[in-house]
């Protein structure tokens, strides 16, 4: 299979909601698996129904994976890491709305100088997303 690199993002307590409404928005299959179904005594709050790992796999082949942070990792939510979702699938419009609904649109979705329509936003729970779909030269 080889090796991958995926984005895991940190959540404190909410990673199932935010798992569930990525799936909601991209597709695929979601896989929860939580600090009591691994046996793990840290789990955040002593909730063994939190997130110990979970992975969402689209039929776009996008990969997200996420996790609720136990007490001993310092969690801060920030604007250091965003998802990028780039093509030149018009798809890609309808995610960017829906990702927003409660979120703040930091850049709206319009054509950019380089030619592509892009935008970022803010999601609900936090995310930063970025989102470019390549215009298709003629």
């Known amino acids: 299979m080889g090796s991958q690199l ?3 993002l ?3 307590g909410n990673a199932r909601q935010a798992m569930e409404f990525y799936r909601e928005v991209l597709g695929g299959e979601l896989d929860l ?3 009591g179904d691994f046996g793990s005594p840290e789990a955040p709050g002593g909730d063994a129904d939190q997130i110990m790992h979970s992975v969402l796999r689209t039929p776009d082949g996008y990969t997200v994976m996420a996790w609720d942070v ?3 990792v310092s969690f801060q939510s920030g604007n250091n890491v965003a998802l990028f979702l780039g093509g030149d699938d018009g798809k890609l419009r309808g995610c960017f709305e ?3 609904a409660g979120g ?3 850049l ?3 054509k950019q100088s380089w030619g592509d329509e892009a935008g970022s936003l803010v999601d609900k729970f936090g995310i930063t997303w970025m989102v470019d779909i390549a215009q298709r030269q003629s």
Request: charged share 20%; hydrophobic share 30%.
């Open 10 to 12: 940190a959540f404190a």
């Open 70 to 72: 136990p007490e001993r």
């Open 33 to 35: 698996g939580t600090y």
């Open 104 to 106: 703040t649109v930091t």
């Open 6 to 8: 995926n984005p895991c």
């Open 98 to 100: 829906k990702l927003s």
């Open 108 to 110: 709206p979705l319009e």
